[in-house]
């Protein structure tokens, strides 16, 4: 195996992989991936993360991993689905492993303290997610954290990340998050028409959300995942203003979106 980027110049194979499952949207028996989902290790040292990812027994990959100086390894084919996603939907998907492509970012993750991502290693990530996006032509609202995709079950790559900074270079959807200031929130056990259309908001731009006009344990977590990604600077799985507000700019700055809001 060579690698499919020339972002990377290493590889190191994993066995964890499959088939992509079921059909594209244009007829093709194997979907095209058009999602790219990125994540951070979560373990102590890259080493132990490179052992995970290529363990049969841990059912666990991506297709790049990407090291703390910038190094990038390829571990699965592209055209093959990797194993990182797990249970997780997106925009009604629910095989996202079979839509998407995965990059794993050697950190240490909440766990581990949240350090900041390194000046090299962000640029490697940028590098390489401007190729696979290029080459595979993903829209920038498809650019997704792992938290995006499973918010009930991830964190990753966290609020740290510096998604503005991949925006500002081409990856990306983003839009500068309002400002943080006291006012009317929305938060667990509210109800009502508010909620509803809060949920039907955070559904429209992707996420797995119900419409139920209950504020309950999923639309917290949900509201957090959106937070981690586009409002950073509190993630407390409450809806107030800024995070109402940055999330119509988002939805309204989507191709064909912006005279709906």
């Known amino acids: 195996m060579t690698p499919d980027s020339p972002v990377a110049r290493r590889v190191l194979p994993s066995p964890n992989h499959g088939e992509r499952r079921g ?3 244009d007829g093709a028996a194997v979907p095209r991936p058009d999602m790219l989902i990125l994540h951070y290790t979560g373990m102590e040292s890259a080493q132990a993360a490179v052992a995970r990812l290529r363990d049969p027994r841990a059912e666990v990959s ?11 390894a390829q571990m699965v084919p592209e055209a093959r689905r990797a194993w990182h996603a797990g249970a997780a939907a997106w925009k009604g998907e629910r095989d996202v492993n079979s839509r998407s492509l995965g990059i794993e970012i050697v950190h240490p993750g909440h766990v581990g303290g949240l350090p900041p991502y390194p000046e090299a290693q962000v640029a490697a990530v940028t590098a390489l997610a401007r ?11 498809r650019v997704l954290a792992h938290s995006d995709v499973a918010p009930e079950r991830k964190e990753d790559p966290g609020e740290v990340f510096p998604w503005a900074r991949l925006a500002a270079e081409g ?6 998050p309002v400002p943080i200031r006291d006012g009317r929130f929305f938060a667990r056990g509210d109800a009502g028409q508010p909620i509803e259309a809060l949920q039907a908001m955070l559904g429209l731009y992707g996420y797995d959300q119900p419409v139920t006009g209950v504020f309950d344990a999923r639309t917290q977590a949900v509201v957090a995942a959106f937070q981690r990604h586009f409002r950073p600077a509190r993630v407390d799985g409450v809806a107030d203003a800024s995070t109402i507000t940055t999330l119509r700019d988002l939805i309204a700055a989507l191709p064909g979106q912006g005279d709906r809001i």
């Open 23 to 25: 059909g594209g949207p």
């Open 171 to 176: 990856v990306g959807h983003f839009v500068p």
């Open 131 to 141: 190729d696979l996006c290029a080459r595979w032509a993903i829209p920038p609202e």
């Open 62 to 72: 991506a297709h790049y991993l990407v090291f703390e100086d910038g190094a990038v």
